[in-house]
């Protein structure tokens, strides 16, 4: 007789209507795709959803693009995609805690990041210059997943990616997908504040003194506190919240981190620049649509589109090297 237990996805489903809350997304229950697919004999549609993306090339990019500073010279800095993985961690946490579809909830977390621009937040800036509306890295991921790397995933994880930001003020189809809103936000404020103390940027007795109240010390305390926040006020209501007074703490932590991290005047010239390669990068691609690769080009986009495409997938030092390549002068 075997040591072991065959795990089929047939006996994951059951073991969710036992287990999951009334209010999780059973795996069963899974929206189609938009190409219909056979179910899997061993894995449930969001767990096949969560491994199409750990092995997609957005995701591997992830490695080498900017979370907060740029070209760190120290090991321990977070990535975009250390930070992701940090966000599928607390995602987990709190999705298993509220017996929500921890598959789900970590799928959507996984890939929540994947259509950022080359130097984060400030590439997503310049990006918006071009774009009408302005242009957001959710919908970026999104389009990935559905047009330039097609993987064919759930609605249910589409929808969790398009709605992560704060500022979309939209709640996902399913109570994973809004996880991944707190997710993000306790992953980054933790981690990048403690980058900020590693980098001599940051001195821990200028953190105001409500935030270490309410969350201890950074680091851990901060991520454990923050979590539970979120678990105990979301069983009171029934919907993925944060407890209030902690909630007003982290609000005021982020404004605390914009004005003394993100949006230090040391950092402006580096800013500066990231900003004239995104926008040098998209100018010249305009005027020289064949140099495009042949994988973003696709004739239902316009131009603007497919290179907006093509250099937002840019890792920073792709970035780098190729406006290097396309504008410093060559001396022999």
Known sequence: MSEFILRTRSVT???????????????????????VE?????????????DRIIHSKAFRRLKH?????????????????????????????????LSLNVALAEAVCLGHDVGHS???????????????????HSEQSVRIFEILEPLNLTPEVLSGIRTHP??????????????VKYADRIAYLAHDALDAIRAGVLDVSAIPPDV???????????????????????????????????????????????????????????QRR??????????????????LPQSYQHPEADDLTQVVDFVAGMTDRYAIRTHDEL????LF
């Open 212 to 270: 270490i109240a309410a969350f201890g010390e950074p680091g851990r305390e901060w991520v454990a506190s923050m979590i539970q926040a979120v678990i105990d006020e979301s069983y009171k209501q029934s919907k993925i919240v944060m407890e209030s007074t902690k909630l007003e703490a982290m609000h005021e932590l982020r404004a605390f981190m914009f004005e003394n991290v993100y949006l230090r005047p040391e950092v402006e010239n580096q």
């Open 65 to 97: 693009k900017t979370q907060v500073f740029m070209n760190p010279e120290g090991d321990h800095y977070v990535t975009r995609m250390t930070h992701t993985l940090q966000v599928t961690q607390v995602g987990r946490a709190i999705a298993r805690a």
């Open 118 to 136: 080359p130097f984060g937040h400030t590439g997503e800036d310049a990006l918006s210059e071009f774009v009408d509306g302005g242009w957001r």
């Open 166 to 179: 704060w500022k979309v003020g939209e709640r996902a189809t399913s109570h994973e997908g809004d996880v």
């Open 38 to 50: 056979a179910p899997d004999e061993l894995r449930t549609a969001f767990e096949r959803d969560y």
């Open 13 to 35: 489903e059951d073991q969710e209507r036992i287990f999951l809350a009334p209010g999780a997304t059973f795996s069963s229950s899974a929206s189609e795709r938009v190409d």
């Open 274 to 291: 990231a900003k004239e390669i995104v926008r040098d990068l998209v100018s010249f691609y305009l005027e020289n649509l064949g140099q």
């Open 327 to 330: 504008f410093r002068p060559r």
